[in-house]
Every structure is written in structure tokens, then in C-alpha cells.
């Protein structure tokens, strides 16, 4: 299993979707009424897609999932092309940090990071940092769900690409609990690979802690669960 996608709802993803593409130098790859999807595939690293789709159900007012963005030298560069963009500065308590919080145009917060040895060049993500209510328990259940690797010496702790490349998985210890029978803005999409079955992976993911969501959006080719903090992560089937 490798993750594919990161989900982010949307009032109108076309306008969040314009935002991300054009300051992530992405490339649309889907476009339908009710979902954009932008494909990040720079140099050397692995391929993450965002995906937008319609929800109009307000953010949380305490994400448990974001985006940091690459910032390094260029952060204040990014910043200024993000603010042209429809961006708006956001306090959230931060107080006096290196990295610079930022809103997009619906609100959902992101930020622009400064530079760290662990952060690589290569994709304008440098991490996805998502809230963990145990941080050496999620670290288990996401190395085997992700197919991502464990990387020494960072804090929080954290999984990258077995490439090497690409963004981290930032497992963070979680400053509240996450509130009962709130969804999350943001998900995480995790592909089946080869001939890898559904119904197996689904239940590996249950034996870690994971548990199935109820729903009534109908049948659907994917499972939906939440991870062992309450995190959506939806299961999809492998290609082959």
C-alpha cells in the first residue's frame, strides 16, 4: 500500500483547486463539477495528488491534518505569491515561530516552513503533519498502512517515501482529543498495490487499531476507516 492522495473538502473546489494548483505547480488532472484533482509530480519524487471535492459542511476550527508547504530561502517568496493569490495570514496562537501560518481561500490553515535538514527539495510539500493521540501507537499503524519508512532523528516523529523523497508524514501529538462525530477537512488516501485484496487490507488495518466508518453516501468502490486517533483514511483497491 503506498498513499496516494491527500483530500481536502471544498465549498467550491474549482476556486480552492485554482489556488492549489497554481501555488503548488501542480497539474489538473481531473475537472468535474464536483471534483478537481491536481497532480504534484516534480523531479525525483513520488507522485501525491490533492484532491477537492464538494462538502458543504464548515472546517473544524482545529484541523487535525495540514499542508506545510517548502519554504526554506524562498519562504518569504512563497508567502507573497500565496497572499496574491487569495491567501490571508492566520493566528492560531502560534506566537513567535519560524514558519509563517497561513490561510487558504476557504480558510483551511497551512503552513510555509522555514529551512530543516529533513525537509527535502524536490516537492513543494515538505510535510503533512497530522494530529496522533499516541504517537508511538499511530507511528506503527501508518508504517504499515503507508508504505512509507520511518526517518531517524526527526521530531515529531515521522515516515517518508521509501524513495527518500518527498514530503513527511509528521505523527504530532494531538493537543485535544478529536471531537466526537466530527470529520476531518483533510484525508489521507491509501492505494492497494498489485494483487493485494480489499477485504484483507481492510481487516490488517482493524488489527492495528483502525475502525470502519458508517456512512450514507451509498455504495463505494474504496472503505472508508479512521485510524487509530480518529483519523478518515480511505482504503482504495489496487489498479491491477
Not at 514558519?99 to 476557504?106: I, N, R, S
Request: with cysteine; net charge negative.
Amino acid at each position: 500500500m503506498q498513499i496516494e492522495n491527500v483530500v481536502l473538502d471544498a465549498a467550491d473546489p474549482h476556486v480552492l483547486g485554482a489556488f492549489w494548483e497554481t501555488l503548488l505547480g501542480g497539474r489538473r488532472v481531473t475537472d468535474e463539477p464536483d471534483t478537481v484533482e491536481v497532480r504534484i509530480s516534480p523531479d525525483g519524487a513520488p507522485v501525491l495528488d490533492l484532491c477537492l471535492t464538494t462538502v458543504p459542511e464548515p472546517a473544524p476550527s482545529h484541523p487535525r491534518l495540514h499542508l506545510d508547504l517548502l519554504g526554506g530561502d524562498a519562504q518569504d517568496e512563497v508567502v507573497v505569491r500565496a497572499l496574491g493569490l487569495g491567501a490571508r495570514h492566520l493566528d492560531i496562537g502560534q506566537g513567535d515561530v519560524p514558519w509563517v501560518v497561513l490561510a487558504d481561500p476557504e480558510g483551511n490553515p497551512f503552513c510555509v516552513m522555514e529551512s530543516r535538514p529533513e525537509y527535502r527539495a524536490g516537492s513543494p510539500v515538505a510535510a503533512l503533519p497530522l494530529d496522533s493521540a499516541d504517537v508511538e501507537r499511530d507511528l506503527r499503524f501508518w508504517t504499515a498502512l503507508s508504505g512509507w519508512a520511518p526517518v531517524a532523528g526527526v521530531v515529531p516523529s515521522a515516515l517518508r517515501h521509501p524513495s527518500g523523497h518527498g514530503p513527511l508524514l509528521e505523527i504530532c501529538p494531538e493537543e485535544r482529543p478529536k471531537p466526537a462525530g466530527e470529520k476531518n477537512r483533510l484525508h489521507l488516501d491509501v492505494r492497494l498495490e498489485g494483487d493485494e485484496d480489499l477485504d484483507d487490507a481492510v481487516e490488517r488495518a482493524l488489527d492495528l487499531g483502525a475502525a470502519l466508518v458508517e456512512h450514507d453516501w451509498g455504495p463505494l468502490p474504496w472503505r472508508v476507516l479512521t485510524d487509530p486517533s480518529g483519523n478518515e483514511v480511505c482504503l482504495l483497491p489496487s489498479r491491477g
